[in-house]
Structures are given as C-alpha cells and as structure tokens.
C-alpha cells in the first residue's frame, strides 16, 4: 500500500521526509525494535507522551496512529514545524529544562538527545527532567549510543574509501579506553524504567 511501511508487521505510517529511521536497513531495523519494547511497556492509549528530542517526529507519528497525545519538544525549528504535522503538538525546547508541569505526562521518552549533551551533568539534568513531568507509576524511556556507534555509522555510510581518519580515529579512541577489548559497534541500546 502506498505510503505505508510493513516491516514490522503492522501498517506504519510513513508520511515525511525519510528520517534516520526510515531512510536506512539499520535505521528502520532500530524503529521497528523500539516500537516492539516500546508498545510492550506503553501505558494503554490514550494517554499523554512527551517526547522529548523527538526530531521531526518519527515516533509521535506511529504513537499518534496508535491513539497516544503526544507532545514532542525539539531544538530546531524546521524540526518542529515538521512534527506538529504529525497529529502531536510540538514545541521548542531544552530537555535540560522542559516548560511541562511537573506531574503532567504518563511516559516520557529521551531517545536522542543523552547521546547529543556531552556533559555527564547536562545528561543528568535531562534524565532529571524526563522524570520530573512524569506521574508517579508512569514511564520513561531513555536511549544511550556505544562509544563507538558514530565512528562506525559515519565511516560505513559517509567516510571515502580512504581510511586512514578512520584508524586514526579508532586507535586514539583504544588507546583512552581502559578495557579496548570492550570495544563494540552497538548502537542503540534503550532503557525503560517506570518512575
Ligand atoms: C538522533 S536524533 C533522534 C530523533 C528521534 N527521537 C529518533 O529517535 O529518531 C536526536 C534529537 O535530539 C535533539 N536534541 C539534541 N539535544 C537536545 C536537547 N538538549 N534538547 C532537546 N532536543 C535535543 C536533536 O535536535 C535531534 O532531533
């Protein structure tokens, strides 16, 4: 069917621009395995979402088709404007200091913008956040990114065949990791906690 995306055994719609999640096999694969754990743990719809860091709205579009509200906060402009198409509103805004009450959301999801803030403290306060607007019994659901997942995404999909910043890169990044045996291509690893 036009406009609809089958993967993961359910209509998802597919309206906008591609995203990270839909413009790749790895990236769909990661949207397919975040709706799975996701709808395990969801409160029954309706009930109110905030996503926050959710871009131009790939998640608040399938949330919204499934009966959620969903209000998404992103830092760019365009962003926003693209996801308040999606059925949610959507504002402007700082995971590290949401404008929502607190108290005011029954799941809360951070998928993006820990693996953005660099600073442990900056994560903190955006983990602190999410937890704050959400009611007691309520859930929120935060994604990391190994280490490496950048070094190996972008070389895989961006770097020429050249490949000697890549080694560069690795080797310097070996060499500041205590244990380079754990070194790990993973990407996305997602967290679900109930507050
Ligand atoms: C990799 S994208 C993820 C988008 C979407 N949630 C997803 O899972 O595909 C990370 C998003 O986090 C946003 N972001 C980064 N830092 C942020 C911050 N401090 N507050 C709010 N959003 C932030 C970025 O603008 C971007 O839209």
């Given at each position: 069917m036009p406009g609809r995306d089958r993967t993961c055994g359910r209509p998802q719609p597919t309206e906008g621009p591609p995203t990270r999640l839909t413009g790749s096999a790895d990236g769909a694969l990661e949207l397919v395995r975040t709706q799975e754990i996701l709808r395990r743990h969801?409160?029954?719809?309706p009930a109110e979402v905030i996503d926050i860091?959710?871009?131009?709205?790939v998640h608040a579009r399938w949330l919204t088709a499934d009966g959620y509200r969903v209000h998404l906060i992103g830092l760019v402009a365009q962003h926003v404007e693209v996801a308040a198409a999606t059925g949610s509103t959507a504002e402007i805004g700082d995971a590290r200091a949401l404008t929502a009450p607190d108290e005011s959301y029954d799941v809360a999801l951070v998928l993006g913008p820990l693996y953005h803030l660099l600073e442990r403290t900056d994560r903190q306060r955006a983990l602190a956040e999410a937890h704050r607007v959400v009611r007691p019994g309520g859930l929120v659901a935060a994604s990391a990114i190994g280490r490496y997942a950048s070094l190996f995404e972008h070389t895989a999909t961006?770097?020429?065949?050249?490949?000697a910043p890549f080694e560069a890169a690795l080797t310097a990044a070996r060499l500041a990791e205590?244990?380079?045996?754990?070194?790990?291509?993973?990407s996305h690893m997602l967290a679900v906690g109930r507050v």
């Open positions: 969801l409160p029954p719809a860091g959710g871009g131009t709205g961006t770097l020429p065949s050249d490949a205590p244990y380079p045996e754990w070194l790990s291509s993973a």
